[in-house]
């Protein structure tokens, strides 16, 4: 009889899938879900999607690829990325060309993106964010227990809000960037990897001189 879908999948056959597979322990939690606790047809889930073959690449050196850029209708959001890949053959293909196309309208449709992953937001940050959570007022009656793992909640998902690789793929919502990526690995082949990135908005920074028509109108009129 098979297993309920709703059913929890146990630790043991999480473990067991990943070092089968390669994959992650939450991809591989989701494939044993999807497919009722049933290892093989995990796995061929897992296959499917290009995440095993994926993380079993992700430990590969990927230092060739391309650096491109993409500019808005209208010039007023520039991106510059670099995505990495591990040979010159992949980086020539169109299809790579075309996802790197796509991760650079990425950045440029994600304002509040400033980080590739969540790993390489500075600890200072965290911090930081971790203080002003503490202090706010709707944690004042709460346990101490509870209220570590809201404010760990909420660093998490302000981490993932500025994350790159955790946004929404905007062509298609259902996947991340991250899934995007690893589909591509699976279809390329190779290694894949956002490296960095730099995103410009006309005017950033610059300190605007703000008038008062009203003000310029009355100065008019006692000259």
């Not at 950045?107 to 790993?119: F, G, K, L, R, S």
């Given at each position: 009889?098979?297993?309920?879908?709703?059913?929890s999948v146990s630790a043991?056959?999480?473990?067991?899938?990943?070092?089968?597979?390669?994959?992650?322990?939450?991809?591989?939690?989701?494939?044993?879900?999807?497919?009722?606790?049933?290892?093989?047809?995990?796995?061929?889930?897992?296959?499917?999607?290009?995440?095993?073959?994926?993380?079993?690449?992700?430990?590969?050196?990927?230092?060739?690829?391309?650096?491109?850029s993409y500019i808005h209708?209208?010039?007023?959001?520039?991106?510059?990325?670099?995505?990495?890949?591990?040979?010159?053959?992949?980086?020539?293909?169109?299809?790579?060309?075309?996802?790197?196309?796509?991760?650079?309208?990425?950045?440029?449709?994600?304002?509040?993106?400033?980080?590739?992953?969540?790993?390489?937001?500075?600890?200072?940050?965290?911090?930081?964010?971790?203080?002003?959570?503490?202090?706010?007022?709707?944690?004042?009656?709460?346990?101490?227990?509870?209220?570590?793992?809201?404010?760990?909640?909420?660093?998490?998902?302000?981490?993932?809000?500025?994350?790159?690789?955790?946004?929404?793929?905007?062509?298609?919502?259902?996947?991340?960037?991250?899934?995007?990526?690893?589909?591509?690995?699976?279809?390329?082949?190779?290694?894949?990897?956002?490296?960095?990135?730099?995103?410009?908005?006309?005017?950033?920074?610059?300190?605007?001189?703000?008038?008062?028509?009203?003000?310029?109108?009355?100065?008019?009129?006692?000259?």
């Amino acid at each position: 009889m098979a297993k309920d879908k709703t059913a929890s999948v146990s630790a043991q056959d999480v473990k067991a899938l990943r070092e089968k597979t390669g994959a992650g322990m939450m991809d591989c939690k989701k494939a044993l879900t999807e497919n009722n606790g049933d290892m093989e047809k995990a796995v061929e889930w897992l296959r499917q999607k290009g995440i095993a073959s994926a993380e079993k690449k992700a430990g590969r050196v990927a230092a060739e690829g391309l650096v491109d850029s993409y500019i808005h209708t209208g010039g007023r959001v520039g991106v510059l990325v670099e995505v990495n890949c591990e040979t010159d053959f992949v980086a020539r293909r169109d299809e790579f060309k075309s996802l790197v196309r796509d991760i650079a309208m990425q950045i440029a449709a994600c304002p509040n993106v400033e980080y590739v992953t969540t790993d390489d937001v500075p600890k200072s940050f965290v911090e930081k964010e971790k203080g002003i959570e503490m202090g706010r007022e709707d944690l004042g009656n709460k346990p101490d227990n509870i209220k570590e793992k809201i404010i760990q909640g909420r660093i998490d998902k302000r981490l993932k809000e500025i994350s790159l690789m955790d946004q929404p793929y905007i062509k298609d919502q259902s996947i991340d960037v991250n899934e995007l990526i690893k589909n591509a690995v699976a279809q390329l082949g190779e290694n894949i990897k956002v490296r960095r990135f730099s995103r410009f908005t006309l005017g950033e920074g610059i300190e605007k001189e703000e008038s008062n028509f009203a003000d310029e109108v009355a100065a008019q009129m006692q000259k």
